[in-house]
């Protein structure tokens, strides 16, 4: 178990809300009716990712987003827009994992 800082906690939740913002933008701007969103950012699961020219060891956001019937959405093109603006913006994030019956890395799908 790796023992987290209530100010890292806090820093992480802040990130995992402007995550569901980002996420929720680009689907309403694409027009896709969304029942739910779920986003999770664990303070115990860190990958080395590449911000900018340098490696860094942060963390993967997990995240799934439930259409109208239920159903998990798969829009590969609209994913890979939702996985770069997660990855640019915020400061915290190295890896996006969409969460289906299996896991798909959309870190770098474009």
């Known amino acids: 178990m790796v023992r987290v800082t209530l100010d890292e906690f806090l820093r ?3 990130q995992t ?5 980002i996420m929720r933008e ?14 999770y950012i664990f303070p115990d699961i860190k990958t080395t990712g590449i911000k900018g020219d340098q490696r ?12 109208n019937n239920g159903e998990l959405f798969l829009d590969y093109e609209i994913l890979g827009r939702i996985s ?4 640019n913006e915020l400061e915290d994030v190295t890896r996006v994992v969409y969460m289906v ?10």
């Open 12 to 14: 992480l939740q802040k």
């Open 17 to 21: 809300e402007k995550a569901y913002l």
């Open 26 to 39: 680009e689907l309403k701007k694409s027009s896709i009716m969304f029942k739910q969103i779920e986003a």
């Open 56 to 67: 860094v060891y942060q963390y993967p956001i997990f995240f799934a987003v439930h259409i």
């Open 84 to 87: 770069t603006r997660l990855t």
């Open 101 to 110: 019956l299996s896991t798909y890395d959309l870190t770098h799908i474009t």
